[in-house]
């Protein structure tokens, strides 16, 4: 089954410009609706009211909840645990990634990427487009 790139992504980073480069990239690889959300408790609010998201991409380092923080939440919560959810961070260190996949992250990307490297991390999550 194909990749719906008309589904509702949400991106989540206290930093307006990795905000900005993540918008690019999702829409070099033809997603168009992307939602922004600047901390882990405006994304869960956005998750929350609109459960039809089909993908999170986070940041793990925000105030004043993190990224683990969402993705705990987020994976807590039976309306919204089946979401995909990619954690991006500038942090390759072992007991992160482990946290993560421990907080069921459904993969990581370490900064900086390109749109290359954020489309193969979607495919192994998503399935083609």
């Known amino acids: 089954m194909a990749v719906d790139t008309n ?3 949400l ?3 206290d930093y307006k410009t990795m905000l900005r480069i993540i918008r690019n990239l999702l829409r070099q690889l033809g997603f168009n ?3 922004e959300a600047t901390d882990g408790s405006m994304a869960l609010q956005k998750l929350r009211q609109s459960s039809n998201f089909g993908l999170v991409i986070s ?3 925000m105030e004043p909840m993190t990224g683990l923080q969402l993705l705990r939440e987020v994976r807590a919560d039976a309306k ?3 979401i995909p959810f990619i954690m991006v ?7 992160n990634v482990l946290a993560a996949k ?3 992250v459904s993969n990581y990307i370490v900064k900086p990427f390109n749109a290359e490297t954020l489309k193969g991390k979607m495919v192994s ?3 083609d487009f």
């Open 89 to 95: 961070t500038a942090e390759s260190k072992s007991e």
């Open 125 to 127: 999550v998503l399935g």
């Open 102 to 104: 421990q907080a069921g």
């Open 33 to 35: 609706n992307i939602e």
């Open 7 to 9: 589904m509702n992504v």
């Open 11 to 13: 991106i989540v980073d």
């Open 59 to 61: 940041d793990w380092n």
């Open 80 to 82: 919204l645990k089946h």
